[in-house]
């Protein structure tokens, strides 16, 4: 009956991608037909898992782009849903109707939510988990939950591959029998006494429930921390990264380019280094295939209208530490500017209007000499507004704008030449369309 | 006239963007030209009603709200006494649970609590997590807000704050929630509260006001943004919620 189930699945999803629709419909099919399908697959000698609030695609992109560049033939999720059914509609695609996997490497990113129900079929030989904070927490509930979630689904067959800087990270190795390989960012220029977001997830020691001392942040409540009663600590990492400049660090003793100067970046391209260190990849071929990356990592989105720069930046609601980075980013910039904030929907997945998640995010940061004003797009442009008001923001620089036609007429009226445009996809999507007809 | 805000537990009780309620707070008292001073609080931090105005404790992982309940547990006595002498209290999302008598985690393991309040505490096995519309005597406005947490009170509770028109309240298909005794006020509710609901704001900042001097001169209040707001989210979604199961 399985072979039969792979075959219908496979033509079903050959078919849809002619269609370009790339969907996790032969999975859940496929699930349906025999809730016992997982079980079915043969892994590759090399398999990878990856999970964390954020990086997981970069990580799973420029993974695969190391392996390939090695000479591996790499499967993976990337361009599919990396919840249950998309994980195994990746799974049918790459397998023969035996079940066995034809690729020397698989690479599956999986949601955080999602590790419990898949990670035992899959088994991987190394597990990067790259972060964890308050993420969609209108259906994650808290980050504790998908901790207990995740620490009590790993068997201690799998080797951990964990970011030493961010403590419910490491907090995993307490708990882990088996095999566990650090990976961390030493002290920066740009490292922090004080953290950048008021509300940390983890600064309790795990073990004693003694405060931690941080004695830097990198952001949030990724940094250097140690518990008074050294319980608990950030353990020197297997894999330390030094930041050399703006686009890049040394790792061993090779340099390693980035192609967008975050700190976050630094995490999710040594997590890969660090993975294919362990797997053998001779140095070389690692940092040639990460340097010569084309794949599509985020860069400045940048579009000119009348002589007007739009600098779109694509923020994810209700995920405040990548959210403050894009206000981080925005008030580094010295120039006088004007500002653009959105969301027309809270979430994609879900129809709750949970609004609490502004309150985490750092907005006192656009309270600034330098931008002329805020306009707070969206259908939640007054609750945007709202918040802005109590991040002392000077209420005349706020505008509100619910249509399309307002919010043209406003920035038309109003902008600077440069403008940052802080935006979720639905209004981020309504915006380019509305720029290009104007252009 | 001065206000000093405990906000009690700011680095343990700090999720759901709770610490709004404390930026709202403080700059409505300065509007009307009081001068605020906020203590940040924790576990390794003495502490001494005496010299607060207002107390605030707000939600937490259960994990966390634990850690609090241990250090607060020290102070019972003072609490009690406070909350009797008129004391004001803002308490929300899973705070409200340390004010009653016991907490049954999700082990079964039972923790005191600080007695204050009858009522016991369920931690259940799933999570509850919905769009709340509640109303209550001490404005006209219905409140708007949201819930998300692992516990249940199912016991009567004897001085509600809410009548549940939507949501979880005190578990699910409640019809009242919260607790509002003297100068306590206690709900499960999250928003922030005071940041999505005006009249909630003004009615509060308008008590702890008179509750110093009764006679104070009030400016007027500029919620024009909330109010608007606040009615967007009516007008759009209200049905909607209503409508909902």
Known sequence: MKPFIVLICKIIGFILRKFNKGSAYPGSLALKIDENIFNYFKMPKITIAVTGTTGKTTISNTLTAIYKHAGFKVANNTRGSNLKAGILTCLIENANILGKIKADVLILEIDERYVKKVIEYIKPNY????????????????????????????????????????????????????????????????????????????????ICNKKLRFTYYHYGNLGNYECSNNDFKRVKPDYEAKLVSDSSFMVDIVEIKMNSTSLYNVYNLLACYTVASLSNIPKEKT?????????????????????????????????????????????????????????????????????????????????????????????????????????????KKIVICLSSDEMLKVIKKHSLKRIYCILYFDVEKKFKKMLKQEA | MKFTIAYLYYDLLNLYGENGNIKILKKQLEHQGINVSIKFLTIDDELDFDQYDLVYIGAGTEHNQK?????????????????????????????????????????????????????????????????????TDLIDQEVIGFQNQNSVIKDNLKYPLFTVIKGIGSYPNSTKEGIHYRNFYGTYLIGPIIGRNPELLKYFVRTLIKSKNPNFKFKSFDLKLEYEAYQHFINKFYRDIITIN
């Open chain 1, 127 to 206: 597990f990067i988990i790259n972060n964890l904070s308050r993420d969609q927490l209108a259906r994650n509930g808290h980050f504790d939950i998908v901790w207990e979630d995740i620490n009590a689904h790993i068997s201690s067959d799998i080797h951990l591959v964990l970011n030493a800087d961010d403590p419910l990270i490491s907090k995993f190795s307490l708990y882990h029998k088996g095999s566990v390989t650090f990976y961390g960012l030493s002290k920066t220029i740009y490292s922090k006494n004080e953290p950048a977001l008021n509300t940390l997830d983890l600064v309790y020691c795990p």
């Open chain 2, 67 to 135: 850690i609090a309940l241990k250090h607060l547990l020290k102070y019972k006595e003072q609490i009690k006494e406070a909350i009797e002498n008129d004391k004001f209290f803002l308490v929300t999302g899973n705070a409200i649970e340390l004010f009653g008598k016991y907490i049954y985690d999700k082990n079964k393991k039972k923790h005191k609590a600080l007695d204050i309040f009858k009522f016991t505490v369920k931690e259940e096995e799933f999570r509850m997590i919905d769009e709340a519309i509640f109303k």
């Open chain 1, 287 to 395: 940092v040639e295939a990460i340097n010569n990356l084309s794949l599509k990592i985020k860069r400045l989105d940048i579009m000119t209208v009348d002589n007007k720069d739009f600098i779109l930046l694509l923020s994810k609601n209700e995920t405040p530490i990548s959210y403050n980075q894009s206000l981080e980013y925005v008030s580094k910039q010295k120039e006088p500017k004007t500002v653009v904030i959105g969301f027309d929907r809270i979430s994609g997945r879900y129809n709750l209007k949970d609004l609490s998640w502004l309150w985490d995010i750092n907005f006192e940061m656009l309270n600034d000499d330098s931008i002329n004003k805020i306009i707070c797009v969206g259908t939640f442009a007054h609750d945007i507004a709202v918040r802005l008001k109590y991040a002392n923001v000077i209420p």
